[in-house]
């Protein structure tokens, strides 16, 4: 039998993997290269929430970090930092993540793009662009002293980056279970992500557009759309998730390696590009699957084996989504999102023949 | 003005120019010759150091009379008794074990890059990149964590053998062993680009279908350059490891399987001297190795101290530790943008005078007495090792 905190560990790790890879299916969708900084995005995301809530404990609220509880019946929250904390980290990781993301689009790859550089120039062009990221966060990191700030407002429980140590508790009260916050937040999150994005497509007039841009850009020029437009959006999509999937991977903890001051990303890379494969990456909603699926094959299959056998195989979970990308590659290479639509495609003529 | 020891400084940069010319050269093969988006490197080159830190190891303590399994299990304290007792006294052995270890792992790099081939058969352009990619970080992890692999603790890592201690100067033999396989494997690149076997990778790169449609197997064509390439890497992971100026003692999953590095470096250069261009390829090893790689590693906390920074507030020691990388990024951006071809871009492939071909046509016609058979021109280099 499976603990039930492997499967709630499944479902946040899944809300952060399903998220960056719609930001990489994003990416790809509009350059039509895989966007190797983009992990490093989420990590600007991480970053800017960390310091940007420390400053604002610190200059602006006068009591601290707070502390709140709520009681819904046999439901009970505590909270370790007060909401507005909360939603002051996740408007700058945001915004940190759009800004990178639109400085990427903006200065490196349109520029080369138009400049009729290949899919091998434009992916330098993405390692390149991780390295000035990843060397600036570096620098700049120790500069603003943002691990300092986060150790001082947060106290000693952090080090690194990791505030995983002040994720709310959910007492589940009927199952005599207490979860973490991160673990429901990141789930819902992710699926409110989804539900607002499936919105845009397809209930306003931009989703019409994007979607014409997505499936042919050049009919689409013709008719009139500005497809530029469309694009940037899709960065702006792709960053902002990129930096509230930063903002949760602060709460992870032991889910994932805790944030660190050097390469927080590196170990997600592998299940973030997973995630967009397995799910198709021409697919919007198909990444967002894949990520869950990435997510589920990492933490329960993994956990399963590891009760079958009784060999620790958790540890090397990346080994599986790696078998997963391999798999979808050589047997599915549009991912599952395409299978899915060729099924309902194969369907159409028996049943308008029917 | 800090001091600059010149001998190290020269010795460092020699060594480091001639690791990075055999890396990027083997990745030259496989990407710009044959256009295999090979983003996996690092994992070919941790073979080599792999290779070294167990396989060497194990012998030597074998051959000492230990039991080969404390070379992991009781990884520092066995090699500190080999390095100290065996190693220095005993030349044919070590000889032997080099030997055995390099030929190791140029097969052990050939069968991985034969495995890796595998994708690169079926799948195109940056699908196939995100595949190696992930395959790379994949087996890093695994032996980040893989005791019987890489040892206890994974920052640490593997003690390294001294294989080179009997000539009494490690650091400066392991250079000279270096320099001379950068130098053969200049020359047996120039050779094969002007084979008919490098001309055959750079139709299959160019034109697909037009090289099938001429009965061209493409498949073998990706399999070998992949399986050379690969091994050719494993070979540079070696010179790596061997080296206490480069490896230092020991070598960690951490460090061999460094993206960065091993990948991405390899990349950078190969851009900047110019894609499937063996002499841009080495031009741009040899310059950035003088200019950046070797005075940036080895004196990043000297530069960062002599620019003030900490005037600016940056934490020097971090200053110095992100340098190198906010070097890289905007060098390979602005060759990109200025010159996306490269200091030398691929050079017209050199045929043979007229003279010479009516020479070889006329022979082959009196041995066979039909019309000339393909790659009759084939340099013997070409023929037993890239075919």
């Known amino acids: ?354 | 003005m800090p001091s600059v020891d010149i001998t190290f400084l020269v010795e460092f940069i020699v060594a480091y120019v001639a690791v990075y010319y055999v890396l990027t050269s083997s990745l030259n093969l496989k990407a710009g010759v044959t256009g295999i988006p090979d983003f996996g490197q690092a994992m070919f080159f941790a073979v080599g150091g792999i290779v070294v830190g167990n396989l060497a190891a194990r012998i030597a303590a074998a051959l000492a009379g230990m039991d080969p399994s404390l070379v992991i299990a009781e990884n520092t304290t066995t090699l500190e008794v080999l390095n100290s007792e065996f190693f220095p006294n005993r030349p044919l052995e070590s000889i032997a074990i080099l030997v055995v270890a390099i030929a190791s792992a140029l097969a052990l790099g050939g069968l991985l890059g034969l495995l890796a081939s595998y994708p690169a058969l079926r799948l195109r352009g940056d699908y196939l990149a995100i595949m190696l990619l992930v395959t790379a970080e994949a087996l890093r992890i695994y032996t980040t964590y893989s005791v019987w692999l890489m040892g206890s603790t994974p920052t640490v890592g593997l003690t390294l053998p001294s294989l080179l201690a009997w000539t009494g100067d490690p650091g400066l033999a392991s250079i000279l062993l270096t320099l001379a396989i950068a130098v053969a494997v200049y020359i047996y690149m120039e050779r094969l680009y002007n084979s008919p076997a490098g001309r055959l990778m750079r139709a299959v790169r160019d034109d697909e279908d037009a090289s099938k449609a001429l009965g061209k197997d493409v498949a073998k064509v990706r399999r070998n350059a992949m399986v050379v390439g690969s091994a050719l890497a494993a070979l540079a992971g070696v010179l790596y490891s061997i080296n206490p100026l480069l490896a230092g003692s020991s070598v960690a999953a951490v460090s061999i399987f460094d993206r960065m590095l091993w990948t991405f470096w390899p990349w950078a250069l190969m851009i900047l001297g110019g894609m499937s261009s063996n002499r841009g390829v080495a031009i741009a090893s040899v310059v950035t190795g003088a200019a950046i790689l070797g005075p940036i590693r080895l004196y990043k906390a000297e530069l960062a101290r002599l620019l003030r920074v900490d005037a600016l507030g940056f934490d020097t020691d971090k200053f110095a530790a992100g340098l190198e990388f906010i070097l890289i990024g905007p060098l390979i951006l602005a060759i990109l943008f200025l010159r996306p071809q490269g200091i030398i871009p691929e050079p017209p492939s050199r045929t043979l005078p007229e003279k010479d071909i009516e020479e070889i046509k006329a022979r082959t016609a009196g041995q066979t007495g039909s019309e000339t058979p393909q790659g009759e021109e084939e340099p013997p280099a070409s023929d037993t090792e890239a075919r």
């Open chain 1, 1 to 354: 039998m499976v603990d039930v905190k492997v499967v709630f560990d499944m479902l946040a790790y899944s809300g952060v993997i399903a998220l960056l890879s719609l930001g990489i299916t994003l990416a790809y969708i509009t350059t039509r290269v895989f966007n190797f900084a983009h992990p490093r995005i989420a990590n600007v995301g991480a970053y800017a929430a960390a310091a940007s809530m420390a400053l604002y404990v610190d200059l602006v609220r006068d009591e601290g970090i707070g502390r709140f509880k709520v009681s819904l019946g046999p439901l009970e929250v505590t909270g370790l930092v007060a909401p507005d904390v909360l939603a002051v980290g996740i408007v700058f990781a945001v915004i940190a993540g759009i800004i990178t993301a639109l400085a990427e689009y903006y200065l490196v790859l349109r520029p080369l793009i138009e400049r009729g550089a290949d899919f091998l120039k434009l992916m330098i062009a993405t390692l390149a662009f991780d390295f000035f990221v990843i060397a600036t966060l570096f620098i700049l990191g120790t500069h603003i002293s943002v691990k300092e700030l986060v150790s001082g407002v947060f106290g000693r429980e952090t080090t690194s980056l990791s505030l995983h140590a002040f994720d709310a508790r959910i007492d589940l009260a009927v199952l005599g279970y207490k979860l973490r916050g991160i673990m429901l937040f990141s789930f819902l999150g992710s699926l409110a992500i989804a539900l607002m994005l499936y919105i845009l497509l397809f209930k306003t007039k931009l989703g019409v557009k994007m979607r014409a841009s997505i499936e042919n850009p050049s009919l689409a020029e013709v008719l009139g759309i500005n497809v530029q437009q469309v694009y940037t959006i899709a960065w702006i999509i792709s960053g902002a998730t990129a930096g509230f999937a930063g903002f949760l991977i602060l709460f992870m903890g032991d889910i994932v390696k805790p944030v660190t001051a050097s390469s927080p990303a590196d170990e997600i890379i592998v299940s973030a590009f997973a995630g967009s494969i397995v799910g198709g990456v021409n697919s919007v909603f198909g990444s967002i699957g894949g990520g869950f699926i990435i997510g589920a094959v990492e933490i329960l299959i993994s956990s399963v084996i590891t009760d079958v056998t009784g060999i620790d195989v958790t540890r090397y979970n990346k080994m599986l989504s790696m078998l997963a990308v391999a798999l979808t590659l050589l047997f599915a290479p549009q991912g599952l999102a395409a299978l899915y639509s060729e099924k309902i495609q194969a369907r159409l003529p028996r049943l308008r023949g029917g």
